[in-house]
């Protein structure tokens, strides 16, 4: 099938790491991307890696890629409030992206 | 335009309705997306135009869907004939061909259709 899937909720102590874990489907997807939606707000890109490495470092963010299982994850270390939001994976098939469901991250003050 | 812009941002309509709903991409983006997000669902893919053509348009649920786009800019889709499942966000994206999967969303339409 087609679905990209994620858990639908996630909740995270501020200063905590949050984890967000994502399945895909497509073993020829070339790029692979998280999307951040803050509230009223369209969809705004995150971060992505490309599908020949493991692992991408962006500041607080930290992208691991394990291609065999089909397997993305997010981190975010220390954990803001202003990091509320939702999260979703992508991946491109042909000239379109398939998203995920969205993962809602809430932060525990 | 500074970013992707969306009208109506709220757009509330009777059962049997048509709607039109409009995308400004941001100057220069020859790709153009359509995406919907029901609530608490992920983004469903509806259409997406290069240029003024519609190479995959494998997304729009049924035929009371359509979308066009003139002078490689301004899209416009279309609903007629509008359900209550219909109703949902309706979110536009437009990118750089060069730039694939680097989308540029607008901040959606609010469809309610009663």
């Known amino acids: 099938g087609e679905d990209v899937e994620q858990s639908l909720f996630l909740s995270v102590r501020e200063g905590d790491s949050s984890v967000i874990n994502c399945t895909y489907t497509?073993?020829?997807?070339?790029?692979l991307y998280w999307y951040k939606q803050e509230p009223g707000a369209g969809l705004q890109l995150l971060t992505y890696?490309?599908?020949?490495?493991d692992m991408k470092q962006d500041q607080r963010l930290t992208v691991l890629l394990n291609k065999k299982d089909k397997h993305l994850s997010l981190r975010i270390a220390d954990t803001q409030t202003g990091d509320s939001a939702i999260y979703f994976c992508?991946?491109?098939?042909?000239?379109?992206?398939?998203f995920g469901t969205g993962t809602r991250l809430t932060i525990i003050p | 335009g500074a970013g992707v812009s969306q009208s109506p941002s709220n757009k509330v309509t009777e059962k049997g309705k048509d709607v039109e709903l409009r995308c400004d991409p941001i100057?220069?983006?020859?790709?153009l997306y359509w995406y919907r997000q029901r609530l608490g669902q992920g983004l469903e893919f509806l259409i997406y135009?290069?240029?003024?053509?519609?190479?995959?348009k494998s997304g729009l649920p049924s035929d009371r869907f359509s979308a066009e786009r003139t002078g490689g800019s301004v899209s416009t889709l279309t609903i007629q004939r509008t359900q209550q499942e219909d109703s949902a966000v309706y979110l536009c994206?437009?990118?750089?061909?060069?730039?694939?999967?680097?989308?540029?969303f607008g901040s959606g339409t609010q469809l309610s259709v009663l």
């Open positions: 994206a437009s990118s750089l061909r060069s730039l694939k999967g680097k989308l540029f």
């Open positions: 497509d073993s020829s997807s070339t790029y």
């Open positions: 890696i490309f599908s020949n490495m």
């Open positions: 992508a991946e491109s098939m042909g000239e379109k992206l398939t």
């Open positions: 100057s220069g983006h020859t790709a």
């Open positions: 135009f290069q240029g003024n053509s519609a190479p995959d």
